[in-house]
C-alpha cells in the first residue's frame, strides 16, 4: 500500500528565511478557467498592525507561461522574484527552447 509521505518526512523541516515577519501583505485570490487565469489582490502592506503602504506591487509576470503573487512577508517576494528571473534568465541564456512554466519552476 502506497502511504503519501509529508514533505517533512522526507526533507525535514524548510528553511525559515523570515521567522518574525515585519511589512506583510494579506490577500490574493487566482480563478482558473477556459479562457485563461483571473488574479486579484490588495496592494496594501502592513507593518504590525498599522496600514503602512497602500500601494506595494506583490505581482510579478515572469514569462508568457508564469506569473508570480504572493501574499506575506514583501522582503520573501522580493526575493523569491529575483531568483525566479535569474531563473528564467538563464533559460534564455541556453537557447534550447525551453520555456519554464509554473509547475517547471516547483521541480
Do not use: C, W
Not at 89 to 94: C, G, H, P, V
Amino acid at each position: 500500500v502506497y502511504k503519501r509521505q509529508e514533505y517533512t518526512e522526507v526533507y525535514g523541516e524548510p528553511v525559515k528565511h523570515t521567522s518574525d515577519p515585519i511589512v506583510t501583505g494579506s490577500s490574493v485570490v487566482a480563478l482558473h478557467f477556459n479562457g485563461g487565469v483571473i488574479i486579484g489582490m490588495d496592494t496594501t502592506s502592513s507593518y504590525g498592525k498599522m496600514a503602512m503602504y497602500k500601494n506595494v506591487n506583490k505581482f510579478e509576470v515572469i514569462n508568457q507561461q508564469t506569473v508570480y503573487a504572493a501574499s506575506g512577508e514583501v522582503s520573501d517576494f522580493q526575493e523569491l522574484t529575483r531568483f525566479l528571473r535569474e531563473v528564467e534568465r538563464r533559460s534564455l541564456n541556453a537557447a534550447d527552447g525551453y520555456t519554464h512554466n509554473a509547475v517547471s519552476y516547483t521541480h
